[in-house]
Structure formats: structure tokens, C-alpha cells
């Protein structure tokens, strides 16, 4: 079981990032610039993440 939702939680990461940030196909040739725009789209799904986070959480006074 816990297989199982660890591969649909992986999966939807992968899905995302291909479908919503274009990691389809690279825009780059060499592995340094298809490195640097791989960590740059996954820095921005990391952000979206916090973000999420941030807004879920509770306002403390």
C-alpha cells in the first residue's frame, strides 16, 4: 500500500512538471544548460510548493 501512493505521489510530481512546466521536450543541447533549466523548473515547482504550504497554514498572532 504504501508503494502504491508513493508512486502516485512521484507520478504526479513527473506529470506536472511535464504537462504545466514543459519538460515535455528541452528547449536546450549540452547537458550543463538542460542541468540548469532541469533545476530551474524544479526550483519553481519547490516555490509552488512553499507557496501552497504558506497559505494552508495557520495565522499566528
Known sequence: KQYKM???TIE???GDAKEQHGMRWT???GH???SM???LICAAMNLKKIAMWLVKAP???
Open 27 to 29: 528547449r536546450y543541447r
Open 32 to 34: 550543463d544548460k538542460v
Open 37 to 39: 533549466d532541469t533545476t
Open 59 to 61: 495565522v499566528m498572532v
Open 6 to 8: 508513493r508512486s502516485q
Open 12 to 14: 504526479r510530481r513527473f
